[in-house]
């Protein structure tokens, strides 16, 4: 499975506003001295990077700039991405000009998934104002995908113009084969 390069370039944009450009050179001469990918490759927005790559990438930055947690760090990074693709001048916002919102959770948020990588599956339905969103299709297990996703989902369904209360019903890091996130709507 690989990933578009978007999500490296968001991550590198974010960490740079928040920590500097120095912190993300030393992060990316590092992980270039233990990787020869890191060292070898220029990742542009439109690149396929390979999914443990991108991983290495997050655990790597996790442990260095927020102490580990890699919860809510993965989260944070789920909607901060989301926020980016998805708001005005977004490179992702047509996905959010319908204003019918079964046709967006049921099309757009399985479209978003495609956006960023070339395998896998989401199944997204509304019903009395829950969303449930299905991935699978994963070749490893891991907690970037569970804490990510549902973070990004979260933050798209807000700037369709919705609030929601997110629970993880089946997790990769539970054991799981898939991810099932159920989004209860609040009044917005």
């Not at 001295?33 to 990742?43: E, R, W």
Request: charged residues 25%; hydrophobic residues 40%.
């Amino acid at each position: 499975m690989n990933v578009k390069g978007t999500v490296y370039s968001t991550t590198k944009a974010t960490v740079i506003e928040a920590f500097g450009e120095e912190r993300w050179d030393t992060l990316m001469a590092r992980l270039a001295a233990q990787d020869k990918y890191f060292k070898d490759n220029i990742i542009m927005s439109v690149t396929l990077v390979p999914l443990d790559k991108i991983i290495v990438l997050f655990d790597e930055l996790i442990d260095d700039c927020f102490n580990g947690d890699k919860n809510a760090s993965y989260v944070m990074f789920g909607m901060v991405g989301a926020k980016y693709a998805l708001s005005p001048g977004g490179p992702y916002h047509s996905l959010m000009l319908t204003r019918n919102l079964k046709q967006f959770v049921e099309t757009g948020l399985p479209k978003l998934w495609s956006t960023y990588y070339d395998d896998g599956e989401v199944i997204a339905r509304l019903e009395n104002d829950v969303i449930y969103v299905s991935i699978k299709g994963f070749p490893i297990k891991h907690v970037y995908f569970d804490k990510l996703l549902m973070g990004y989902y979260k933050q798209a369904i807000k700037v369709y113009g919705k609030r929601s209360a997110a629970t993880m019903v089946r997790s990769l890091t539970a054991g799981d084969d898939d991810i099932y996130v159920k989004y209860e709507l609040k009044d917005s």
